[in-house]
């Protein structure tokens, strides 16, 4: 491992961490080297000791006359390419220039990656100034990925970006940046086409522009939190819209979700956020989280985001998230409740959340529900069976047992009425625990009456003429149905919870069955025989051409000690449709009303599942047949006239040869020879694409994957062009590295697509063929200046026997292309058309670069192209 020496910080000078400043570029050309020499230039007319440790100019123009007047790191005989960090620790500047933060140092470095050498310059107390462009940004890359098609090997963690002192953006607008590279200020004009037609498009450069604005943009938030909290600031600064609208689940969360993104939409770049508050023992009276789920998916769509905070004090906790979201404006409906039922609770959510609200702007959006009230749970059972019956047995034998240990003579001795009196208070609240309301009421009506006849003085009779036994009946009765509402409502809401969280776990387990291909149904029936318990369900065609033919069906071996039932008949049998011509049927126990909503559930995904299955069965049934129709008709069209033609000319020749009435020159024998030989090789030739394209279609076409430089395959494939070399430019191709591919293959690929080129270019303007590495792969470029194809056409020339473009039809069966993008993707790489800027078609052929050793440099021994 290699170690890098830090020598003592020199006297006067901080020993504390250096200071860095970014320079964030949207793409490569923005000028980001030039801002950084800049800063240089003006840090050191100030003073500062400025030393560049790494520039890297691209041989531009303008960023080599920037660094003169700088001190240069001066480099060891023999030295590694890249950054010196050992000399520029020695040297230990002012301020270090270290350009392309993302670069990978070469082998032997001390660190990977250019970026950790920075982060030893600023633990040794050396500020450094460097530039990033935003696709080597960490969080970004794959998203620069999908917009550029080109992977991004080199990044850089946003973390270590984000702890830059200062962080500037070099914004320039696309058409500007495409001006430069027009005039030659960013690259060679030869790699001006190449680059104007792939990553500095205006949709590209438009994208990646965005992508840093945003990113910056959250920094920028970041850094204003960080530094209102260190204040304690708790006010909103209103530096962007953010808009709050708070959900509930019902009915009316759709049109408050559309006011609050209308509101957004009027201030630029203004945020929309929904919350919904949930109490901290997950219980919500009247909240649907089947809305919910629509709701988020509406927010989403709308580019939006959704939250969940926990709270049992609604008001607070919207206020409380309001303002950690420094947001600058809530929306909330207007209440439900009527206004009986406002007169009776007194003030609401929306009025509470104004009081709270502070400098935070809030709307109260009415809507179809406002004061209709929500409506009441169902009445229904909430003790188990064997409580109902106990209790009020227990409401009788508990007092009678309680008056039994309190008559024996010690206990009257210890305790006076006050303590027996509480006594009777609390078996009658054990009453109420075990069986409810009534048997509370049994239990206080007993207590009162045996309190009033043993313990009252006078003892041994009742005294209910006595104010104060009255009372004592009316406390019990009181209390005993106080506490036994508190336990009902417990068990109530305990049920609800676990019966709500059931049944979503169910549907979410059920929703995520549905994505698992092949094995959609018997998952489906997996899941329902476990949820509802059951010992086998069965999923039925009930069309009459069916007879009940069973699709599927799952069973399970009843529990150990459970008898199972001797005829199929003592089964309890629960059918629900599944769909028009199907029938879920669950056999086992028999199923309560509460538990047929999940059930429907089950049998419409079931269904559709049925129904999805059948779709994909007819489509993969009719589709070999369509393609299949469909390339005849093609191949029969094509080899009416393509294969007959060379095939008429060659045998006209033949026989015309054969014939004895005629006497043929000797010349006029060369002739006819000549067509015969010519109309036979290019019979072959259609042959052998046809069966070329046969193989690839059966996998069945074998390969060789080698290194190869394209100088290997190129100059043989122009030279099998009819009009040979003059019609071709070919340019840069000793910049790449050898690609893995297979020499003959991509000899005939090339072949096809120059002389595709050629056939369209006009005489007066030569096909380009230039050559690029990209990241892990080299680009190829074959532009001609022709009519082009409008984009909606150009996948369709890859289909075989298309000829899109083609004035005449005596160009071949159209397999040129589409044999050359199936050589091409069975090498692992890409054929796609683009428009060649200034007019004309560009075929780009991708193909991944060879990992091998570096070869030497062959330009020597590479023939001449012009």
Partial sequence: MNHTHVPPAPPGRSSGPGRLKVFLGAAPGAGKTCRMLEEAHRRAARGTDVVIGIVESHGRPRTLALTGGLTALPRAPGAAPGLDLGALLARRPGLALVDDLARANPPGSPHPHRWQDVAALLAAGIDVATTVDVRH?????????????VPQPERVPDEFVRGADQIELVDVPPDALRRRLVHGDI???????AALASYVRPGTLTALRQLALLWLADQVDQALHEYRTAHGIGGVWETRERVVVALTGGPEGDTLIRRAARIADRAAGGDLLAVHVTRSDGLAAGTSHGALA?????VESLGGTYHSVVGNDVPTAL?????AEDATQLVLGTSRRGRVERFLTGRGTGDTIVALSGDIDVHIVTHERAGRGTLLPSRRRTLPPARTAAGPVAGLLLPVLLTLLLDLDAARAALDLTSEALLFLLAVGAVACIGGVTSAVVASVTASLLLNYWFIPPVGRFTLHDANALIALAVFAVVAATVAAVVDRSLRLSRRSARATAEAETLSSLAGSIVRGDATIPALLDRARETFGVTSVELVDIRPAARGLLLADTTTTPPTGTRAPSDPAEEAVTTVAAGPDTRLVLRGRTLAAS???????FAAHAGAAVERDRLARAAAEIEPVRAADRMRTALLRAVGHDLRTPLAAGWAAVTSLRSRDVEFSARDREELLATADTSMARLSALVENLLDLS?????????????????EVI??????????????EVRNLERVPDVLADPPLLERVLANLVANAVHHAPPVHPVLLTASALADR???RIADRGPGLPAAGRERIFEPFQRLGDTDNTSGLGLGLALSRGLTEAMDGTLTPEDTPGGGLTMVLRLPVARSAPEPDRAADRPPFR
């Fill in 137 to 149: 940004l960490e969080s970004l890359s794959d998203v620069v990925e999908k917009i550029t098609d």
């Fill in 319 to 323: 206020v409380e998230f309001a303002r």
């Fill in 715 to 728: 100059a043989p494939a122009l030279e099998s062009l009819p009009g040979g070399l003059p019609t071709v």
């Fill in 778 to 780: 080299v680009e190829l």
């Fill in 695 to 711: 193989r690839l279609e059966a996998g069945a076409l074998t390969l060789c994957l080698r290194p190869t430089a394209l100088e």
């Fill in 595 to 601: 538990e047929r909503r999940v059930l429907v559930a």
């Fill in 187 to 193: 690259c060679p004009p030869d790699e001006v086409d």
């Fill in 294 to 298: 629509r709701q988020r998916r509406l």
